[in-house]
Nanobody, 124 residues
């Protein structure tokens, strides 16, 4: 069992930055692929970014590529999402998720554990 707790959300103006954190506890964090998803009101949950367990591979949705950076610190059992050049369309609840796979997957159903989410609001 893995428990995930996100933090770092808030309200920011367009063009600003936020850094989300996801603290993990429970089973061996370092062996999981970690991902970030988001869900806007009235929309389905969508993939944002993911990182392999050794940080050797990362993958991003086209909509955030070049603006967001995912990283992890296995010693601290924490994964981060640095979000720069934020746009109003980035407004959503952001979720951290853990996948027991050895390869990065982008579908929400592939992930085994989820955090409770943190709200990110970008004003124009």
């Amino acid at each position: 069992q893995v428990q995930l707790v996100e933090s770092g959300g808030g309200t920011v103006q367009a063009g600003g930055s936020l850094r989300l954190s996801c603290a993990a506890s429970g089973r061996i964090f370092s062996s999981y692929v970690m991902g970030w998803f988001r869900q806007a009101p009235g929309k389905e949950r969508e993939f944002v970014a993911a990182i392999s367990w050794r940080s050797s591979s990362t993958y991003y949705a086209d909509s955030v590529k070049g603006r967001f950076t995912i990283s992890r610190d296995n010693a601290k059992n924490t994964v981060y999402l640095q979000m720069n050049s934020l746009k109003p369309e980035d407004t959503a609840v952001y979720y951290c998720a853990a996948d027991q796979s050895y390869t990065i997957r982008t579908t929400a159903t592939a992930y085994d554990y989820w955090g409770q989410g943190t709200q990110v609001t970008v004003s124009s």
